[in-house]
């Protein structure tokens, strides 16, 4: 447990890599785009309530042009059954740069987020890589996760927080985390229908139980102290902050306040509450978004101010 109660974010930077397997620039396009233009406010928003955050990004992100990209790549890649899976499949649509192709390149981006205080860049793996999927090998997430931190460290930083995509993970992959240097990584809330799994054992189900969670509590508050999970450091995470959605808006304060609710036990019993989103959630219906993380860190700034209450990034916990 911790000595004060904390607020931490994680934000899942991905741009169109996080969604490449199901989507396309022509159907999803808009919301990376937006995506973009919501990062300064989010940043700004952070900035005028003192958040510290993690923004956990996808290695390819930190390039600058196709170039640079192919360059990096290592030889070892993702051996997937499913060939779509694999981020290394669309290449071939990449424009020269950033200027040319905003729905990949975010250097700049990545710039903007280390320009405002307390942000914290971490690692989303390189690739996008997915750990539980059929074919994969650990020496290919070995070699995913060496190019991730070599990329990082051309830009002078040092990763040491990682949130793995769609949040699969074994306890052998935290291993080869340590051994790049991580100390820190986001688990899972502490609940089976949020449990690790591959893609294809994501039921009808578990979602729908999922969804309504963001609404009616069904699985806990998910508020934890700092868990030690050798070899790293791990924060579970407590709620992943859900976009608008024009038809469940009439359920937005029972979204609101399952967020607030569990803000609260956080502070009052001393314990970590982990917010987390992806950016491109914001890429539509952004002033929506937005308002709600407003009211959010306005209600985590009461706490702060009530029972001490801190705002933490994932590093500070390393």
């Not at 992943?240 to 803000?263: N, Q």
């Not at 308002?291 to 700034?301: N, Y």
């Amino acid at each position: 447990m911790t000595a004060r109660p904390a607020f931490v974010i994680s934000l899942d930077f991905e741009l169109m890599w996080g969604v490449r397997d199901h989507e396309t620039v022509d159907s999803y396009g808009a919301n990376i785009l937006g995506a973009r233009a919501a990062i300064p406010r989010i940043l700004d928003l952070f900035e005028r309530h003192g958040i510290r955050a993690t923004w956990a990004t996808v290695g390819f992100v930190f390039c600058e042009s196709k170039d640079e990209l192919l360059a990096s790549a290592p030889s070892l890649r993702p051996s997937y059954e499913h060939s779509r899976l694999s981020n290394y499949s669309y290449f071939q649509e990449l424009g020269d740069s950033e200027k040319t192709e905003p729905y990949y390149f975010g250097a700049s981006l990545i710039d903007r987020v280390m320009a405002c205080p307390g942000q914290e860049i971490g690692s989303h793996s390189l690739s996008h890589y997915y750990c539980m999927e059929a074919g994969q090998q650990l020496a290919e997430f070995d070699a995913d996760i060496e190019t991730a931190v070599a990329l990082a460290k051309r830009r002078n930083i040092a990763l040491k927080s990682f949130v793995f995509p769609r949040n699969q993970y074994l306890q052998e992959h935290l291993g080869v985390l340590k051994r790049h240097g991580f100390r820190v990584f986001r688990g899972n809330e502490r609940a089976w229908v949020y449990n690790a799994t591959k893609g294809m054992d994501q039921t009808k189900l578990r979602r729908g139980l999922r969804l309504l969670d963001h609404y009616v509590n069904l699985t806990g508050h998910h508020v934890h102290g700092e868990t030690a999970q050798e070899p790293l450091i791990e924060l579970p995470a407590s709620r992943f902050l859900r976009p608008y959605s024009r038809k469940l808006a009439s359920l937005d304060g029972l979204r609101l306040r399952r967020i607030t609710e569990a803000i609260d036990q956080a502070a009052i019993s001393g314990r970590i509450f982990h917010l987390w989103w992806h950016p491109h959630n914001f890429g539509a219906n952004t002033e929506e978004n937005l308002a709600m993380l407003k009211l959010i860190l306005a209600h985590f700034s009461m706490q702060r101010d009530r029972y001490g209450m801190t705002s933490a990034s994932m590093g500070d916990f390393s």
